[in-house]
C-alpha cells in the first residue's frame, strides 16, 4: 500500500497574515506599574501642596491663595496693644515719669529716636511709645535713651504736646533750630515738599543721638508703629550676631513688608514673565507629551508600551503640576522664618532702623548733600553705593499700623507697608522668648566695647 506523505505545514507570515494580531495594552495605569505609580505620586503631591497652601499662605502677598480679608487682620497688634495701653494710662496720673525710670546720665546701648507730627484724625504716638517701653526689665530699660520729637513748626498744635505721660521718655520737646532753618521749614510746609521735610526731621534726630547720647547704636522710628514684646532684648541678640560678620554694615531693620519681597536679582523675571517660565513651559511639556503618546501607539509592538507611558504622564501631568504649583505658590512661602538675614534689597521701609554709630555722620552727609526723595530710597542708595551690608529679623519686631498718612498717600498704598509675619506671632511664645533672652542679651551686646562699633 502506498504510503502518502501529508505536506508540511504552512509557516505563519506575521506580517503578511490576515489573522487578527493582539495589541499589547498602551495605556497600564495600575498602582503597580511605573505610571500608575508616578501618576499617584503626582496627585498625593498636587493635593496636599493645594491644602498646605490655601491653609497657610494666605498670608503671602505674592501668593495666589493670599487672602487680604485675613492678611490684614490686627491679631498680635491687637493684643499687645491691650496690654500695653495701661502702661501709658498709668503714666498719665504720674508726674515723676517712676513708671519707666529714665536712663538720663547714664550709658544706654541703642538711642531710640521717635519723631512724631500732628495727623488730621487718628494720633499713634502714644501706642507707639507704650508697646516701646512697657513690660521692659530694668536692664533693658536702662539700654534704651528713648526720645520724641514733635515735628511740627508749632510743637503745641500736637495733640498730646505736654501730656503727662510723656515723662516716661527721656526726651521729648520741639526743634532747636535757627531761624534761618525755621524759615526753610516753613517753604517746605507751603509747597508741600514732605519728603524734603522728612529728611531734615531724620537727620535732625541722628544728630540729636549723636550730640547728646554715648549710645554704640541709634534707631530711628517712625510715630505709627508697634513693638513686639521682647524687642529689646531680640534687637540686642541681632546686633551681637552682625557683629561677628566680617563685612561693614549700615543697619539692622526692625520692620519689613512681605510686599517688596520675591525672587532673588537673579530669577525676578519670572514674575514678571510668567508666559515665559510658566505657560510657554507648561503648553510645550503637554504638547511634547501629547506627540510621544501618538508616536508610541503607531510604531510596532515591540516597543516598551510601559516606557511610552510613563513618559507621556511625566511630561503630560507631572511636569505641568510642578509648574502650576510653583507660579501660584511663589518663592516667598519657603523664605527664612526666624533669625538675622541678610536683606540688601527690598527691604521696604524705614519704619524701625538701627544704625551703628560710626556710620551715622556719613549718612548725615549724604542725606543733606540729596536734600530730596522718599528717606527709604536716599538711604538705599548711600548703602549701595558704599557698599554696606543690611539685615533684617524675621519675623519682624515692629509692625506698621498707620494706615492714614501723613504724607497724602492712598489706604491701597498704607496698606502695602504692613508686616505679615508680625501678625502671625503668638503673644505667649513671644513671652517666653523674651524671659529666656532677657537674662543675657544685654550683657552681651556690651560685652566687648572694641568691637560694638564694628
Same mark, same amino acid.
Given at each position: 500500500?502506498?504510503?502518502?506523505?501529508?505536506?508540511?505545514?504552512?509557516?505563519?507570515?506575521?506580517?503578511?497574515?490576515?489573522?487578527?494580531?493582539?495589541?499589547?495594552?498602551?495605556?497600564?495605569?495600575?498602582?503597580?506599574?511605573?505610571?500608575?505609580?508616578?501618576?499617584?505620586?503626582?496627585?498625593? @503631591?498636587?493635593?496636599?501642596?493645594?491644602?498646605?497652601?490655601?491653609?497657610?499662605?494666605?498670608?503671602?502677598?505674592?501668593?495666589?491663595?493670599?487672602?487680604?480679608?485675613?492678611?490684614?487682620?490686627?491679631?498680635?497688634?491687637?493684643?499687645?496693644?491691650?496690654?500695653?495701653?495701661?502702661?501709658?494710662?498709668?503714666?498719665?496720673?504720674?508726674?515723676?515719669?517712676?513708671?519707666?525710670?529714665?536712663?538720663?546720665?547714664?550709658?544706654?546701648?541703642?538711642?531710640?529716636?521717635?519723631?512724631?507730627?500732628?495727623?488730621?484724625?487718628?494720633?499713634?504716638?502714644?501706642?507707639?511709645?507704650?508697646?516701646?517701653?512697657?513690660?521692659?526689665?530694668?536692664?533693658?530699660?536702662? !539700654?534704651?535713651?528713648?526720645?520724641?520729637?514733635?515735628?511740627?513748626?508749632?510743637?503745641?498744635? =500736637?495733640?498730646?504736646?505736654?501730656?503727662?505721660?510723656?515723662?516716661?521718655?527721656?526726651?521729648?520737646?520741639?526743634?532747636?533750630?535757627?531761624?534761618?532753618?525755621?524759615?526753610?521749614?516753613?517753604?517746605?510746609?507751603?509747597?508741600? =515738599?514732605?519728603?524734603?521735610?522728612?529728611?531734615?526731621?531724620?537727620?535732625?534726630?541722628?544728630?540729636?543721638?549723636?550730640?547728646?547720647?554715648?549710645?554704640?547704636?541709634? !534707631?530711628?522710628?517712625?510715630?505709627?508703629?508697634?513693638?513686639?514684646?521682647?524687642?529689646?532684648?531680640?534687637?540686642?541678640?541681632?546686633?551681637?550676631?552682625?557683629?561677628?560678620?566680617?563685612?561693614?554694615?549700615?543697619?539692622?531693620?526692625?520692620?519689613?513688608?512681605?510686599?517688596?519681597?520675591?525672587?532673588?536679582?537673579?530669577?525676578?523675571?519670572?514674575?514678571?514673565?510668567?508666559?515665559?517660565?510658566?505657560?510657554?513651559?507648561?503648553?510645550?511639556?503637554?504638547?511634547?507629551?501629547?506627540?510621544?503618546?501618538?508616536?508610541?501607539?503607531?510604531?510596532?509592538?515591540?516597543?516598551?508600551? !510601559?516606557?511610552?507611558?510613563?513618559?507621556?504622564?511625566?511630561?503630560?501631568?507631572?511636569?505641568?503640576?510642578?509648574?502650576?504649583? @510653583?507660579?501660584?505658590?511663589?518663592?516667598?512661602?519657603?523664605?527664612?522664618?526666624?533669625?538675622?538675614?541678610?536683606?540688601?534689597?527690598?527691604?521696604?521701609?524705614?519704619?524701625?532702623?538701627?544704625?551703628?554709630?560710626?556710620?551715622?555722620?556719613?549718612?548725615?552727609? =549724604?542725606?543733606?548733600?540729596?536734600?530730596?526723595?522718599?528717606?527709604?530710597?536716599?538711604?538705599?542708595?548711600?548703602?549701595?553705593?558704599?557698599?554696606?551690608?543690611?539685615?533684617? @529679623?524675621?519675623?519682624?519686631?515692629?509692625? =506698621?499700623?498707620?494706615?492714614?498718612?501723613?504724607?497724602?498717600?492712598?489706604?491701597?498704598?498704607?496698606?502695602?507697608?504692613? !508686616?505679615?509675619?508680625?501678625?502671625?506671632?503668638?503673644?505667649?511664645?513671644?513671652?517666653?522668648?523674651?524671659?529666656?533672652?532677657?537674662?543675657?542679651?544685654?550683657?552681651?551686646?556690651?560685652?566687648?566695647?572694641?568691637?560694638?562699633?564694628?
Amino acid at each position: 500500500m502506498p504510503i502518502r506523505l501529508k505536506s508540511p505545514p504552512r509557516s505563519l507570515d506575521l506580517e503578511t497574515s490576515t489573522l487578527p494580531v493582539q495589541r499589547e495594552k498602551t495605556h497600564d495605569f495600575s498602582a503597580r506599574s511605573t505610571a500608575g505609580r508616578l501618576l499617584i505620586c503626582t496627585l498625593v @503631591i498636587g493635593i496636599s501642596t493645594l491644602i498646605y497652601s490655601w491653609s497657610t499662605l494666605w498670608i503671602v502677598p505674592q501668593s495666589f491663595f493670599f487672602n487680604p480679608d485675613k492678611a490684614y487682620e490686627y491679631r498680635y497688634s491687637d493684643h499687645r496693644l491691650q496690654e500695653t495701653r495701661p502702661y501709658i494710662a498709668a503714666a498719665n496720673v504720674s508726674s515723676d515719669g517712676s513708671l519707666a525710670s529714665p536712663v538720663s546720665g547714664n550709658s544706654p546701648v541703642i538711642c531710640a529716636a521717635m519723631v512724631t507730627v500732628k495727623r488730621k484724625t487718628v494720633q499713634y504716638v502714644s501706642d507707639s511709645v507704650s508697646t516701646m517701653l512697657s513690660g521692659l526689665t530694668p536692664e533693658e530699660r536702662n !539700654a534704651i535713651d528713648a526720645r520724641l520729637l514733635f515735628a511740627n513748626i508749632d510743637a503745641t498744635v =500736637h495733640p498730646n504736646w505736654n501730656e503727662t505721660w510723656l515723662d516716661v521718655l527721656d526726651w521729648w520737646g520741639a526743634y532747636n533750630i535757627t531761624d534761618g532753618e525755621t524759615a526753610m521749614l516753613r517753604k517746605y510746609k507751603a509747597e508741600k =515738599h514732605v519728603y524734603a521735610k522728612g529728611l531734615f526731621d531724620y537727620t535732625y534726630m541722628l544728630e540729636q543721638c549723636l550730640n547728646e547720647t554715648t549710645a554704640p547704636y541709634i !534707631a530711628l522710628l517712625e510715630d505709627d508703629i508697634v513693638f513686639a514684646d521682647g524687642w529689646v532684648a531680640k534687637t540686642l541678640d541681632a546686633l551681637a550676631t552682625i557683629r561677628q560678620k566680617p563685612e561693614p554694615w549700615l543697619y539692622l531693620r526692625l520692620f519689613f513688608t512681605e510686599w517688596q519681597l520675591g525672587w532673588d536679582k537673579d530669577v525676578d523675571s519670572m514674575a514678571t514673565n510668567p508666559v515665559l517660565w510658566f505657560v510657554l513651559p507648561t503648553v510645550f511639556s503637554v504638547v511634547l507629551a501629547l506627540a510621544f503618546k501618538v508616536r508610541c501607539y503607531h510604531i510596532k509592538r515591540d516597543i516598551n508600551h !510601559a516606557h511610552c507611558t510613563w513618559t507621556w504622564v511625566m511630561l503630560g501631568i507631572t511636569i505641568p503640576t510642578i509648574l502650576t504649583l @510653583i507660579f501660584l505658590i511663589r518663592p516667598d512661602g519657603f523664605r527664612p522664618t526666624k533669625g538675622v538675614v541678610e536683606m540688601n534689597t527690598k527691604g521696604c521701609c524705614a519704619q524701625a532702623l538701627v544704625y551703628p554709630r560710626n556710620q551715622v555722620p556719613a549718612l548725615i552727609d =549724604h542725606i543733606r548733600e540729596v536734600a530730596r526723595g522718599p528717606t527709604d530710597l536716599v538711604i538705599e542708595k548711600y548703602a549701595n553705593k558704599a557698599e554696606l551690608a543690611r539685615y533684617a @529679623i524675621v519675623p519682624q519686631l515692629v509692625q =506698621h499700623v498707620g494706615l492714614i498718612s501723613t504724607r497724602g498717600m492712598p489706604k491701597k498704598w498704607t496698606q502695602q507697608t504692613w !508686616a505679615f509675619g508680625f501678625e502671625g506671632q503668638k503673644a505667649e511664645q513671644l513671652k517666653l522668648e523674651h524671659k529666656q533672652l532677657a537674662r543675657w542679651g544685654i550683657w552681651r551686646a556690651q560685652s566687648d566695647d572694641d568691637t560694638l562699633l564694628s
